[in-house]
């Protein structure tokens, strides 16, 4: 399923947890700068999947991986890839907002300064420019050095997005990133994904297919470990080819 | 348990079928009144019209409410479009039949002419067209609409010949004017049954299948 467009790509990609066999086969393309929604019902490894792309799977113990894949054409399990350079450059955002017990300002500038920026005209800008692309900064630009703790919770996921965004990633790899916030907040982060899409490549994983409808352009349906069919978003709930997709975005299981 | 959804979209179709086969009992009961002369059963089919409506509105109703509280997806949604669609299709088909039952009185005074021409066939056959689609949508297979195209180019040339046999009588004799425009106008509400019958048609092949096709 190679594209032209894609940035991405899993090539028979699959994965085992010990003895269990969490991905199977998988080969798909992300293209760039469209967002990719993954769904199927819990346990088909759509989270599993999104992890390998960033290499998360690698801290825990007995993976095993087959197949592989390539980001801009790279493989990234190649010895000569360095991890932490990958991570940089393709972000992850959690279920649940998981900020720094520390300032606004920290949380954001946590990322560049790791990376070797010091300077601190250098830092308030890319504070500012982040907090700006994650449509936190009106809400919080006159309190940048209270406790990040103190934001509400869709506050705090915008803001681990704008800490991912400060590194400048290319792909953004969000794992149910509304799943713990009110519709509301919900609807500001959906918002937010369309703006991304800009600039970044994102792949989200989502239980909630009317969000996949809403914010993605293409969609993965995901079954037991298998990649049942890939394509974009209104053929996916208009007409999907398989019966299986079918079935479970007209509810009848998952 | 019973999945509250699945027996909304369950009843949606059955009131979709209810009307398809109170519509059509209003075209083919109109067509009898005007076969027989019976301007009291045309009165009947007249007065139909009213629960016609209701129920066209109750699907309607029905259709986005369903769309407004489950939000359907793929197969699901196309059952729903396919309903509304076909709501209107078979609603235009119920009044065409209240259309030629308020022509029966006027006709009924004197034997009709030329026995009333290929327009009892043409209805048998318009019927016929509906019920078929209305199979097809019942049991969600293709088969009995597989022929419709073909069933619609018989019915556009039985009004075209209803047109010219009428025509003649009313060159013949200018007393035939008045009661052979009825009967063109028939013959062309026949024809528009027949469209509408493969409107449902297509409807019911995208329901089934996702694919979009053309009939006739």
Known sequence: ?254 | MVNKYREELKDLKDLVQEQGAFACGMLSSAMTALQDQDPELAGQVYAQRVELAERNLAIEEAALRLIALYQPMARDLRAIVCALRMNFALFRIGRYGKDIAKLVEGLSGEPHIGNLMNLPHMGNLVCTMINDALTAYRTEDIKPIEGMSHRDDVVDELRYAIFRESVTYMTEDPRNITRCIDYVMIARYLERCGDYACDIAEQVCYMVTGERVEVK
């Open chain 1, 1 to 254: 399923m190679q594209r032209d467009d894609s940035i991405l790509t899993a090539d028979h990609v699959s994965l085992y947890y010990g003895e269990n066999q969490a991905l199977r086969d998988i080969s798909l393309s992300i293209p760039q700068n469209q967002v990719t929604a993954l769904i199927g019902p819990s346990g088909c490894g759509k989270s599993t999947l999104l992890r390998c792309f960033n290499r998360l799977t690698d801290l825990v113990e007995n993976v095993r991986l087959e197949g592989r894949i390539f980001f801009e054409g790279l493989d990234i399990h190649d010895p000569d890839c360095d991890v932490v350079e990958l991570r940089k450059r393709i972000g992850m955002v959690f279920q649940r907002p998981n900020p720094f017990p520390s300032s606004i300002y920290n949380n954001i500038a946590y990322g560049p300064r790791v990376h070797g920026i010091h300077n601190k005209k250098m830092l308030d800008t890319i504070v500012r420019e982040s907090l700006e692309a994650a449509a936190l900064w009106d809400e919080v630009a006159d309190r940048l050095h209270d406790s990040a703790m103190g934001l509400s919770g869709g506050q705090q996921q915008r803001l681990c997005i704008a800490r991912t965004l400060a590194v400048e990633p290319e792909i953004i790899l969000m794992d149910e990133p509304c799943s713990a916030l009110d519709p509301i907040a919900t609807s500001k982060i959906e918002n937010l994904i369309n703006d991304l899409k800009e600039h970044y490549t994102v792949v989200i994983v989502t239980h909630n297919m009317q969000q996949a409808a809403r914010v993605s352009d293409f969609v993965g349906f995901m079954y037991l470990g298998q990649l049942i069919e890939f394509g974009p978003t209104a053929r996916i709930f208009k007409n999907p080819q398989e019966e299986l997709t079918n079935n479970y975005v007209t509810g009848r299981f998952g």
